[in-house]
């Protein structure tokens, strides 16, 4: 039988809505016995849609069956002291706890994060929070919407001339769940070896500024504000593409001719050269458009996915929930689970986010009734002994202290994972080609100092500056057999190894899991791939973009009435990155419990797919799915995107109650604008949305976005610009809370701000420990050091370009520099001063 990497270790769960008991569920997939603790009155999240027809109220919501199995429930009168005596016995007990009040509500309980530690010593308490437990915006309110706004996500993501746009359905949710599992599995790994509990403060808007580990670097190597795209723009670059049935997209891609689109779409124009760059299409975008038109209106997106997936082209189709639900590839991986409902019936749900060999995740058990195991658990946690204390002598450590990690990976997902692996105290080697430079380095989507390409471009990539740093560099040409040995020899001395390659080449190079195992029964094996490393899909190249709209979210994002849009930048890769850190914690966990190695399979596609489980159990509830509905809540109004004073400045609001309502249209009558009396309540104002939006759009126009936030936020009204890169680097809270780390980079590029994590932990110091290597720079030292070579050994592998300190290739850029991007309006505008405004000069 299998085992779980987390049997027994005990989580309690005191998050209402969607982000902490998500994190929770997670870890109760893991295998980790899970306790949620709710109101008498019940988690909000059980009146959350889709919901049965039929049924107790407090078991209708799908949803929340989705977020809460593989759980124990405890239904207490939260904040009397009862509860407290109760609940004080269940940190006892609990070896995490993950919590989702705003700040100072636990605090009020008597039950603060510090008092927990007092409680248990070991425990590991994370908070879940939607701008962090300390800076000026601590006390703000949060939602999806004002979320995307203050992150940056929207500033980039629609059309140029139209507003800001976000991603449809409850991401921001999701996205905090998925930080909040490895976040609190990091300080557990850390507690389970020294001892010393920890404090975990997570910021849900870090978290989606996380997301731009490419757009800031526009401003702090470039001083360029990005902005949205034109409305008539390359087709290349994954806009989705109407066909005869159903939506295409598609990429240049960096391996594959660009002549084989002529293939693909049948017709010989798109060998002209005008065609095959970035460059030489961003000045056709409208012919290339046309023609791309011509050949798909007869065609549909499924077919030429498949057809043009096999011709290793980066392809992807626009999929919705039946299409998810009937696709193949999910299917043969085993992704559905069917589990019984509590109100009655089974549905299907996103099951298995990553595939672990020796511990696969399971559901164990449907989600909790209302109070249903009160007095079981209560009963059991009064028995058990009291935790043993800290000796005297007890020295908090970093939790990967020790680890050493082969990143074989290239552009962001996995990158980005052994990055963060590197902050939190692990050895990181990224093993990189001779043949074949990382897009990071050498790509279309990198920025470059100050625009140049003309000299040393690959080591001064911002990019890839971001994505790399903490690591050493070494240069091995795996094309070699002595390649091959030496990579052997490093596998022997490591604990994990990463690699994004599709499933075929490893084991072309016989370098496959099971044979790095017989050279290290201990080994990590972590393989992200576009669809999984199984299932006809399996050898499908794939790019974020490009798989954003096959994963289903791009199908219920974009304009009311327009066509699916994708939002953000490599939306995917951050997904598998989160994912594939839970993953790889809970297997460091078994291997410290029994010695074995194991392999986890992260697909990119599914991790998407489970995270859009409203539209997929809404269509199962009654054949319907979810509407694009641009910036607005279905249920909530008003709640959009407004312009403000200024070009270009947006302001987003969500009103969810009626009580804030009357707070809004209090302050919108003192200011002239008219407010029906009969939108007091919320079905009303549902009724009346296109009448408030031009009402609040009257208000806001003349106003500051950021005195506005203040001024809404003081009412308890969720409020936020729309961010661009320059004020996210700028921005007040984010720089109290030190969420932007200064890294001296070699010159010429000195000192730059550079994000860190979403998250913090109160006993230690984790942080970017040292800047990116420039190409190969520690071959080397790795050799001598890590492997004990002796000197000729070592000579002879760089005389003979097994290993090298320079790249085999000399490709020329692609990448489209500031003037192109500016005349294609990618970039808003250019800041000569911005090293002043940053603090860099």
Same mark, same amino acid.
């Given at each position: 039988?299998?085992?779980?990497?987390?049997?027994?270790?005990?989580?309690?769960?005191?998050?209402?809505?969607?982000?902490?008991?998500?994190?929770?569920?997670?870890?109760?997939?893991? /295998?980790?016995?899970?306790?949620?603790?709710?109101?008498?009155?019940?988690?909000?999240?059980?009146?959350?849609?889709?919901?049965?027809?039929? /049924?107790?109220?407090?078991?209708?919501?799908?949803?929340?069956?989705?977020?809460?199995?593989?759980?124990?429930?405890?239904?207490?009168?939260?904040g009397?002291?009862?509860?407290?005596?109760e609940?004080e016995?269940?940190?006892?007990?609990?070896?995490?706890?993950?919590e989702?009040?705003?700040?100072?509500?636990?605090?009020?309980?008597?039950?603060s994060?510090?008092?927990?530690?007092?409680?248990?010593?070991?425990?590991?308490?994370?908070?879940?929070?939607?701008?962090?437990?300390?800076?000026?915006?601590?006390?703000?309110?949060?939602?999806?919407?004002v979320?995307?706004?203050?992150?940056?996500?929207?500033?980039?993501?629609?059309?140029?001339?139209?507003?800001?746009?976000?991603?449809?359905?409850?991401?921001?949710?999701?996205c905090?769940?998925?930080?909040?599992?490895?976040?609190?599995?990091?300080?557990?790994?850390?507690?389970?070896?020294?001892?010393?509990?920890?404090?975990?403060?997570?910021?849900?808007?870090?978290?989606?500024?996380?997301?731009?580990?490419?757009?800031?670097?526009?401003?702090?190597?470039?001083?360029?504000?990005?902005?949205?795209?034109?409305?008539?723009?390359?087709?290349?670059?994954?806009a989705?593409?109407?066909?005869?049935?159903?939506?295409?997209?598609?990429?240049?891609?960096?391996?594959?001719?660009?002549?084989?689109?002529?293939?693909?779409?049948?017709?010989?124009?798109?060998?002209?050269?005008?065609?095959?760059?970035?460059?030489?299409?961003?000045?056709?975008?409208?012919?290339?458009?046309?023609?791309?038109?011509?050949?798909?209106?007869?065609?549909?997106?499924?077919?030429?996915?498949?057809?043009?997936?096999?011709?290793r082209?980066?392809m992807?189709?626009?999929?919705?929930?039946?299409?998810?639900?009937?696709?193949?590839?999910?299917?043969?991986?085993?992704?559905?689970?069917?589990?019984?409902?509590?109100?009655?019936?089974?549905?299907?749900?996103?099951?298995?986010?990553?595939?672990?060999?020796?511990?696969?995740?399971?559901?164990?058990?449907?989600?909790?009734?209302?109070?249903?195991?009160?007095?079981?658990?209560?009963?059991?946690?009064?028995?058990?002994?009291?935790?043993?204390?800290?000796?005297?002598?007890?020295?908090?450590?970093?939790?990967?202290?020790?680890?050493?990690?082969?990143?074989?990976?290239?552009?962001?997902?996995?990158?980005?994972?052994?990055?963060?692996?590197?902050?939190?105290?692990?050895?990181?080697?990224?093993?990189?080609?001779?043949?074949?430079?990382?897009?990071?380095?050498?790509?279309?989507?990198?920025?470059?100092?100050?625009?140049?390409?003309?000299?040393?471009?690959?080591?001064?990539?911002?990019?890839?500056?971001?994505?790399?740093?903490?690591?050493?560099?070494?240069?091995?040409?795996?094309?070699?057999?002595?390649?091959?040995?030496?990579?052997?020899e490093?596998?022997?001395?490591?604990d994990?190894v990463?690699?994004?390659?599709?499933?075929?080449?490893?084991?072309?190079?016989?370098?496959?899991?099971?044979?790095?195992?017989?050279?290290n029964?201990?080994?990590?094996?972590?393989?992200?791939?576009?669809?999984g490393?199984?299932?006809?899909?399996?050898?499908?190249?794939?790019q974020?973009?490009?798989?954003e709209?096959?994963?289903?979210?791009?199908?219920?994002?974009?304009?009311?009435?327009?066509?699916?849009?994708?939002?953000?930048?490599?939306?995917?890769?951050?997904?598998?990155?989160?994912?594939?850190?839970?993953?790889?914690?809970?297997?460091?966990?078994?291997?410290?419990?029994?010695?074995?190695?194991?392999?986890?399979?992260?697909?990119?596609?599914?991790?998407?797919?489970?995270?859009?489980?409203?539209?997929?159990?809404?269509?199962?509830?009654?054949?319907?799915?979810?509407?694009?509905?641009?910036?607005?809540?279905?249920?909530?109004?008003?709640?959009?995107?407004?312009?403000?004073?200024?070009?270009?400045?947006?302001?987003?609001?969500?009103?969810?109650?009626?009580?804030?309502?009357?707070?809004l249209?209090?302050?919108?009558?003192?200011?002239?604008?008219?407010?029906?009396?009969?939108?007091?309540?919320?079905?009303?104002?549902?009724?009346?949305?296109?009448?408030?939006?031009a009402?609040?759009?009257?208000?806001?126009r003349?106003?500051?976005?950021?005195?506005?936030?203040h001024r809404?936020q003081?009412?308890?009204?969720?409020?936020?610009?729309?961010?661009?890169?320059?004020?996210?680097?700028?921005?007040?809270?984010?720089?109290?809370?030190?969420?932007?780390?200064?890294?001296?980079?070699?010159?010429?590029?000195?000192?730059?701000?550079?994000?860190?994590r979403?998250?913090?932990?109160a006993?230690?110091?984790?942080?970017?420990?040292?800047?990116?290597?420039?190409?190969?720079?520690?071959?080397r030292?790795?050799?001598?050091?890590?492997?004990?070579?002796?000197?000729?050994?070592?000579?002879?592998l760089?005389?003979?370009?097994?290993?090298?300190?320079?790249?085999?290739?000399?490709?020329?850029?692609?990448?489209?520099?500031?003037?192109?991007?500016?005349?294609?309006?990618?970039?808003?505008?250019?800041?000569?001063?911005?090293?002043?405004?940053?603090?860099?000069?």
């Amino acid at each position: 039988m299998s085992e779980s990497a987390l049997r027994g270790v005990r989580v309690l769960d005191l998050g209402p809505g969607i982000a902490a008991p998500m994190a929770a569920r997670l870890l109760g997939d893991f /295998g980790a016995e899970v306790v949620k603790v709710e109101p008498l009155a019940g988690d909000p999240a059980r009146a959350l849609h889709p919901l049965l027809h039929e /049924g107790p109220a407090a078991e209708r919501s799908l949803l929340f069956a989705y977020l809460n199995w593989n759980k124990r429930g405890v239904a207490l009168d939260l904040g009397t002291p009862q509860a407290l005596a109760e609940l004080e016995a269940l940190v006892k007990a609990s070896d995490i706890v993950i919590e989702g009040f705003k700040p100072g509500t636990l605090a009020a309980w008597g039950l603060s994060p510090q008092r927990m530690l007092e409680i248990n010593p070991r425990v590991v308490v994370t908070s879940v929070t939607d701008f962090g437990q300390e800076g000026p915006y601590a006390h703000f309110t949060g939602s999806d919407l004002v979320h995307q706004a203050m992150s940056g996500i929207m500033q980039i993501s629609g059309d140029v001339d139209r507003a800001p746009l976000k991603h449809g359905l409850n991401q921001v949710a999701f996205c905090a769940g998925l930080n909040a599992a490895y976040a609190a599995l990091a300080a557990f790994t850390a507690a389970e070896r020294d001892g010393i509990g920890d404090h975990v403060d997570l910021s849900i808007q870090e978290c989606l500024v996380s997301e731009l580990v490419t757009c800031e670097t526009y401003y702090t190597f470039m001083g360029a504000i990005q902005g949205r795209r034109m409305a008539v723009q390359d087709p290349y670059s994954g806009a989705p593409v109407e066909t005869k049935k159903g939506y295409l997209s598609f990429q240049a891609s960096l391996t594959v001719p660009n002549e084989t689109f002529a293939d693909l779409f049948r017709n010989d124009a798109f060998r002209d050269p005008k065609f095959a760059s970035n460059k030489e299409r961003s000045k056709h975008v409208a012919e290339v458009r046309d023609l791309v038109a011509q050949c798909v209106k007869d065609r549909e997106a499924k077919e030429l996915f498949v057809d043009g997936s096999q011709r290793r082209l980066l392809m992807g189709v626009v999929q919705t929930a039946p299409d998810l639900l009937a696709c193949e590839q999910l299917a043969q991986r085993g992704f559905w689970v069917e589990v019984e409902h509590p109100a009655g019936g089974r549905f299907r749900y996103p099951g298995e986010l990553v595939k672990m060999s020796l511990t696969p995740t399971a559901v164990r058990r449907r989600a909790p009734m209302l109070g249903e195991h009160t007095a079981e658990v209560i009963g059991q946690v009064r028995s058990l002994p009291a935790p043993s204390r800290l000796p005297a002598s007890a020295k908090a450590r970093l939790p990967l202290e020790g680890l050493r990690v082969l990143d074989m990976a290239t552009v962001i997902a996995m990158p980005y994972m052994a990055s963060l692996l590197s902050d939190l105290g692990a050895e990181v080697i990224k093993i990189e080609s001779p043949l074949k430079l990382d897009p990071t380095r050498k790509g279309v989507l990198t920025t470059y100092l100050e625009n140049d390409t003309r000299e040393d471009a690959i080591n001064r990539s911002g990019m890839f500056n971001v994505v790399n740093r903490g690591k050493q560099s070494m240069a091995l040409d795996m094309a070699q057999a002595e390649g091959k040995q030496v990579f052997r020899e490093l596998v022997a001395k490591s604990d994990v190894v990463v690699n994004n390659f599709t499933p075929r080449v490893l084991a072309g190079w016989g370098l496959g899991d099971e044979a790095l195992r017989e050279i290290n029964p201990k080994l990590i094996t972590l393989a992200n791939t576009g669809y999984g490393g199984t299932g006809p899909w399996k050898n499908f190249p794939s790019q974020g973009t490009t798989l954003e709209v096959t994963m289903g979210i791009a199908a219920y994002s974009g304009y009311r009435g327009d066509k699916p849009w994708k939002v953000g930048q490599s939306y995917p890769d951050f997904l598998a990155c989160w994912a594939g850190l839970a993953a790889l914690f809970c297997a460091l966990r078994h291997v410290r419990m029994t010695g074995q190695g194991q392999s986890i399979d992260l697909g990119m596609y599914q991790v998407g797919a489970a995270l859009i489980p409203e539209a997929l159990l809404q269509y199962q509830v009654d054949g319907t799915e979810p509407q694009r509905i641009g910036n607005e809540h279905e249920l909530h109004v008003p709640s959009n995107a407004y312009p403000g004073a200024g070009d270009d400045r947006w302001v987003a609001l969500t009103v969810e109650t009626d009580a804030q309502w009357q707070s809004l249209a209090s302050m919108m009558a003192a200011d002239g604008v008219a407010v029906d009396a009969s939108w007091t309540r919320a079905d009303a104002r549902r009724n009346a949305r296109e009448r408030i939006d031009a009402a609040v759009a009257q208000w806001v126009r003349p106003q500051d976005a950021r005195a506005l936030m203040h001024r809404l936020q003081a009412a308890g009204i969720a409020c936020g610009p729309v961010f661009n890169n320059r004020d996210i680097l700028l921005d007040e809270h984010l720089l109290a809370r030190g969420f932007h780390e200064r890294v001296n980079l070699p010159l010429p590029m000195g000192v730059r701000p550079i994000m860190s994590r979403p998250w913090k932990l109160a006993s230690r110091d984790v942080h970017i420990r040292k800047p990116a290597p420039r190409y190969g720079e520690d071959g080397r030292a790795i050799l001598r050091d890590v492997l004990g070579m002796d000197e000729a050994r070592i000579a002879a592998l760089f005389d003979a370009r097994v290993v090298c300190s320079e790249p085999t290739v000399n490709k020329p850029f692609d990448a489209m520099g500031l003037a192109e991007l500016q005349r294609v309006k990618a970039i808003h505008e250019v800041d000569p001063d911005y090293k002043r405004k940053l603090g860099i000069t």
